[in-house]
Each structure stands twice: as structure tokens, then as C-alpha cells.
């Protein structure tokens, strides 16, 4: 491995773990993060030895809170709290939503105040190195205590239980491992209630979700630009003066992004008094999508802050002479970051239903007062053209705005009553990523439809007329992977090459290069 990021449990950013998640970085752990690691393991040691009643020590979990456990079971119940709690279901994570969980998990626990061994948290660092990745199905978390029955999911190879995915294959952990010359181990005091309860699950969806957020948003102004202009419409609401007197930071930003994207461009409308004002889909678009930008702002500032916090419970803490005290709390609770997946996902649905009414006004003749031909295409009604295009973005967004309602507002009591709140937060996320899909295709269509529009109003302006120094590098990067369309084909790979070049950050290399 080229490249390498310590875990200190302090300093781990979102842009350290998108590289993790999708790239072959090695992980190491801190010097000083042992040293934290393997005091509050000896820690844990002490208070077994005294026979010290601690909650998920010698105590059993949840609604069994006053079950005291023996010493020479200690060990058992570490072990059983991994068997039991891995009952999640549905389809399982991706890979890289998988690594982002295993790295967000050790960078928790490296922070010194789990109560895990280094020996154990290393185990869990050998199988991300290794690209060891333990087979965790997204369903089953309630965001409290944390992401339990996926975490469960995460952990059981460390003892060599459970499924893996292993070099191209599905296989039993202990195979896998042996494979990869890793001992499976035996977990101490403390350690699987450590591995299970926190809220990494959810925070790797986050962090990824965030990143595709922030790449969906880029190209939804590019979009909006390249609809602008194949709409002629006119440039004077994105006038600074005009985001001054309502002076919301990323509004403004926005407004000034769109100026440099369109920077140049020959296919605008210069002022005409008998048409100064475009529709709000083109005129508010710093507005709508400036407001989706501060949502986005928002989802990253929290789910940073996550991303190097300890979220398991009990928590270990030492004075400055070195007395050990053990607090039970709820950090494990995931309310934070329900409520910004929530709230990013309403962002991002506005950001479809915008870009899905842009698409209607591209297809629809009479409301672009016939700057374009009827569904994008010649010899309309022998050919449909894009006409169908926009009723797979109705109906997405249509889908996107069932799945906006949030999850955060609902609980359930579990555990007899003991957890009766709960965040839903995993719920939030999965929900979040199924918009975000919905969005990228919805963008691709406006996209594809604007290109086309485009190559229409060509005709007006003349071969040699430019477009924005934002839009011409995309326009002709669609242009590379997807012809004009004629006439009726087999259009769905059209679009689903254009989803491909959002997906893969190539339309986003593209505004880059042209605004820079």
C-alpha cells in the first residue's frame, strides 16, 4: 500500500474516510492512541480483578442490567453479545460503506476510552488492511444504543464467525482469515459490548452520503446552467446585488458559481425589456439550490464531529491522578445524526424536484415559448424523443418525496422499556442513499435533455457561438459519450452513460477544468 492515515480517535476526517472506503490506504494506529487503548484495557482488568459491578462488565446488557455475571463467564458474555445481536437483514452494505464502518468503528476505539485491548482493535485494523470485509445487512439498527445488530454483524469475523467477503468471494470468516494468516481472538471484558454499541453505522453512511451529496450539487448547478442556456434564459437574477440584500452565505455563493460556470457564454438572453424574467426553476435557482448547499454544510458538520467521537457506553475516564471512574450515558444515541440525514434528504429532494420541473420545461414547447421543439426531437409524434425522460424524473422525484418524510420523528420502546427512545437513524441514512440514487438519475436526464436542447438552439446561434466556461467542458464531455439524438433509440443507455459520468466524478473534473 502507496498510502497510509494513522487513527488517533481525534483527528479523522470525512475525506480520509471516503479515501479508506474506496481506495487500498493502509490504516495504523497511533503510538499515543496505545498507550490511551491499553490503560483503559487495564482499566477494565482492575475492576474485573476487584470484583467491581460495572455495567457490561459483570452486569448482562440492556433490560438485563441487574444480572450479575460471574467472573470466569466474562469472557462467554463478550461473546455472546456478538452471536445474538447479529440478526440484521436485508441486502448488505457495499464495500465501500463497509470499510467506512470498520474504520469509523477502530477510530472510536482508539480513543482510549472503550476499554478494548490494542490487540483486539488491531484484529479489526488487520481485516480492513487485508481487505477482509465482514458481510453486514443493512436492516435491523434502531440508532440506539447505537447501531447494535450491524455492528454485531461487523465484529463476528474478529472471533471467526460470521461471513466475509474475501478476494472476489463469499466465505466463512474463519476461512478467510486463516487464509489471510489472522488469528481470530478470544474477546476480554468489555470488548464485544465496545465492537457493537455506537453509532458508526450510521456515520459511515453519512460520511459518503455527504461526499456524494456535495458532488450531486455541483452538478445540479451545472445543469441548471446548461438548461439556462439551451432555454435562453437571461443571467441578470444571479446579479450580486440582488443576493446581497438577502445575504444567506451559500445563496450568494451559489448565485456566484452559476456567474462563473456561464462566464462567457453566448447562448444567454442579453436584457430585453419585453422579457426580463425567466421561470423560478431558472431565476431562483440560487435560492433553491443555495439553501440544499447550507443543508449540506450542515451534514457535514455533523457527522465531522462524529466521526471522532466515542459513542459506546459505559466510557472509561481518568483523572489527573490517575483514578479511574465509569460512567454509563446515551452517546451511543444517534439523534444528531438522524436529524441532518433527515434533513439533507429533504434538501436533496428539492434539489430533484427542481431539476425534474427544468426537464418538464425543456421537453414542453409551449412553456419554453418554443425555443425548443416538443420533446427534444424532429418529426414529433413519428418520434416520442425525450418525452418519456421526464416521466422517469416525475416519477422518481414522486418517490423521493415519499421517502423525505423523516425518520427521525418516530420511535419505538424495546429492551422491556429500558430504550424507549430510539433515533432511527440508520433508518434516516438508508432512506437518504435511495434519494441520492434518485437524484443522480434525475440530474442525468436534465443533463442529457440540455445537451440536446443545446444542439437545437446551435442552429440559432451558429456553430461558433460559445457556451459558459463552466458548461462547454461538460457539453462536450456528454457530447464524447452520448451522440444528439435524431431519432428514435433505445434511449435508457443514454442516460444511464451520463449517470455514469456524474457517478464517476468526470463531470465534476470537467466544470474544474473549465472554471479554474
Not at 232 to 253: K, Y
Not at 368 to 397: C, D, R
Not at 496 to 513: F, P, R
Amino acid at each position: 500500500m502507496a498510502k497510509s492515515i494513522t487513527l488517533d480517535g481525534k483527528s479523522l476526517t470525512l475525506e480520509q474516510v471516503t479515501e479508506v472506503a474506496t481506495q487500498n490506504v493502509e490504516v495504523v494506529l497511533d503510538s499515543k492512541a496505545k498507550i490511551a487503548v491499553d490503560r483503559a484495557a487495564a482499566a477494565v482488568q482492575a475492576m474485573l480483578d476487584s470484583g467491581e459491578i460495572v455495567y457490561g462488565v459483570t452486569t448482562g446488557f440492556g433490560a438485563f442490567k441487574d444480572k450479575i455475571i460471574s467472573i470466569n463467564q466474562v469472557e462467554q458474555l463478550q461473546r455472546n453479545i456478538l452471536l445474538s445481536h447479529a440478526v440484521g437483514t436485508g441486502e448488505p452494505f457495499d464495500q465501500a460503506t463497509t470499510r467506512a464502518i470498520m474504520l469509523i468503528r477502530a477510530n472510536t476505539l482508539a480513543a482510549g476510552h472503550s476499554g478494548i485491548r490494542t490487540q483486539t482493535l488491531q484484529t479489526l485494523l488487520n481485516l480492513l488492511n487485508n481487505r477482509i470485509h465482514p458481510v453486514i445487512p443493512k436492516k435491523g439498527s434502531l440508532g440506539a444504543s447505537g447501531d447494535l445488530a450491524p455492528l454485531a454483524h461487523m465484529a463476528l469475523p474478529l472471533i471467526g464467525e460470521g461471513e466475509v467477503e474475501y478476494k472476489g468471494q463469499l466465505l466463512p470468516a474463519a476461512q478467510a482469515l486463516a487464509m489471510a494468516g489472522i488469528e481470530p481472538v478470544t474477546l476480554a471484558a468489555k470488548e464485544g459490548l465496545a465492537l457493537t454499541n455506537g453509532t458508526s453505522v450510521m456515520a459511515a453512511q453519512g460520511a459518503l452520503g455527504v461526499c456524494w451529496a456535495e458532488l450531486l450539487s455541483h452538478t445540479a448547478d451545472l445543469a441548471g446552467s446548461l438548461s439556462l442556456e439551451a432555454l435562453h434564459g437571461t443571467l441578470r437574477a444571479f446579479d450580486p446585488r440582488i443576493h446581497a440584500l438577502r445575504p444567506h452565505p451559500r445563496q450568494i455563493e451559489c448565485a456566484n458559481y452559476l456567474l462563473r460556470l456561464l462566464d462567457g457564454s453566448q447562448y444567454t438572453r442579453p436584457h430585453d425589456p419585453t422579457n426580463v424574467q425567466d421561470a423560478y426553476t431558472l431565476r431562483c435557482i440560487p435560492q433553491v439550490h443555495g439553501a440544499v448547499r447550507e443543508a449540506i454544510a450542515y451534514a457535514r458538520w455533523v457527522i465531522e464531529i462524529e466521526l471522532n467521537s466515542v459513542t459506546d457506553n459505559p466510557l472509561i475516564f481518568f483523572d489527573e491522578a490517575g483514578n479511574v471512574d465509569v460512567l454509563s450515558g446515551g452517546n451511543f444515541h444517534g439523534e444528531p445524526i438522524a436529524i441532518a440525514m433527515d434533513y439533507l434528504a429533504i434538501a436533496l429532494t428539492e434539489l430533484g424536484n427542481i431539476s425534474e420541473r427544468r426537464i418538464m420545461r425543456l421537453t414542453d414547447d409551449v412553456s419554453n415559448s418554443h425555443v425548443l421543439p416538443a420533446f427534444l426531437v424532429k418529426e414529433g409524434g413519428l418520434n416520442s424523443g425525450f418525452m418519456i425522460t421526464q416521466y422517469t424524473a416525475a416519477a422518481l422525484t414522486t418517490e423521493n418525496k415519499i421517502l423525505a418524510h423523516p425518520a427521525s420523528v418516530d420511535t419505538i420502546p424495546t429492551s422491556k422499556n429500558v430504550e424507549d427512545h430510539v433515533s432511527m437513524g440508520n433508518t434516516a441514512c438508508i432512506k437518504l442513499w435511495q434519494i441520492l440514487a434518485n437524484v443522480e438519475h434525475i440530474l442525468a436526464i436534465e443533463l442529457a435533455s440540455a445537451a440536446q436542447g443545446i444542439d437545437f438552439r446551435r442552429e440559432v446561434q451558429g456553430d461558433g457561438a460559445a457556451l459558459g466556461r463552466g458548461t462547454g467542458p461538460v457539453y462536450r464531455l456528454i457530447r464524447q459519450t452520448v451522440p444528439f439524438v435524431e431519432q428514435d433509440i433505445y434511449l435508457g443507455p443514454l442516460v444511464k452513460k451520463v449517470q455514469e459520468l456524474i457517478s464517476s466524478g468526470k463531470v465534476e473534473q470537467a466544470i474544474l477544468g473549465g472554471i479554474q
